[in-house]
């Protein structure tokens, strides 16, 4: 399930290449150190008088992106005081395209979603559900025009945390990725670099990983690499860079796509 919407800002010209955001944002939660998943653990489930302006801060290190994917939004509901945040963060970030994907559908409690935002048009959207043995994980799948009569294809998804349900949500995400069009595959996939290297089916797309050494987890001392990008041959030149830390758990990952050859 996915809600689209737009507003009108200029077109952009993509063809020198494009700057991308990846970004688990935890629902717009300030988390800073291990006990406060214990001590801030409600304003997963209540309303939080800071989360709009952590929104409004969000949002002005997203202007300067052209596309930006974002995992562990809320669509809307009870904990965000109602707020859409990807459609909130399209407004006041000024995308004139976004997409969100509803995961997860606790009802007015919450409305756990992926969400992708973009200044150049999207040519075609699907939504896909992740295999495993529970519900709740998605992936978007987005294509842009790109010179050259080209489509860059955008694949953003949030992985579950068990390894056997990742093998199975790696297995249908290598089965999106396309032959000879430029591709990049990026996310919260809650494994290592290491995993992802290891994973057969996702070696025979050809995909290389940008991020082997890109700690983003926890965000206040990253020890751990969990978000992920990975970009077919045609994007050789492609690079990635960990932002400081914006409220998350989770560290934002800058990434620059060259215009393909």
């Known amino acids: 399930m996915h809600q689209a919407g737009h507003i ?24 800073q150190r291990y006990h406060h998943y214990v001590t801030r653990c409600w304003q997963h489930l209540l309303p939080y008088a800071q989360r709009n302006n952590h929104l409004q801060l969000m ?11 974002l995992q562990e939004a809320d669509g809307g509901s ?22 969100q994907q509803l995961n997860r559908n606790l009802g007015a409690l919450a409305q756990h979603s992926n969400g992708l935002l973009s200044r150049p048009a999207f040519a075609a959207i699907e939504t896909h559900v992740l295999p495993g043995w529970l ?13 050259h009569g080209q489509m860059l294809h955008i694949i953003s ?16 995400i290598a089965q999106q990725v396309p032959q000879h069009q430029p591709c990049i595959v990026m996310g919260d996939f809650n ?27 926890p965000s206040w001392r990253p020890l751990k690499g969990l ?23 989770h560290l934002p990952l800058d990434i620059w796509l060259p215009r393909p050859t």
Request: hydrophobic share 40%; aromatic share 8%; proline share 7%.
């Open 157 to 172: 998804a949030h992985l579950a945390l068990g390894a056997k349900a990742q093998r199975q949500q790696l297995d249908f």
């Open 227 to 249: 978000d992920h990008v990975l970009v077919s041959p045609q994007l050789a030149g492609a690079q990635v860079k960990l932002l400081p830390p914006l409220f998350s758990d």
């Open 59 to 69: 949002a002005r290190v997203f202007e300067d992106y052209d596309v930006v994917a």
């Open 78 to 99: 009870f904990r965000s005081g109602r707020v859409n945040q990807v459609e909130y963060l399209a407004q006041h970030a000024q995308f004139p395209h976004h997409v």
């Open 8 to 31: 009108t800002t200029p077109h952009h010209d993509i063809q020198s290449g494009l700057r991308l955001l990846c970004f688990n944002m935890q629902v717009g939660i300030q988390t």
């Open 135 to 147: 519900p709740g994980r998605g992936a978007l799948a987005a294509q842009l025009e790109w010179p």
């Open 191 to 217: 494994c290592s670099a290491q995993a992802l290297l290891a994973h057969p089916r996702l070696r025979e797309t050809g995909l290389q990983l940008l991020t082997l050494n890109h700690p983003s987890y």
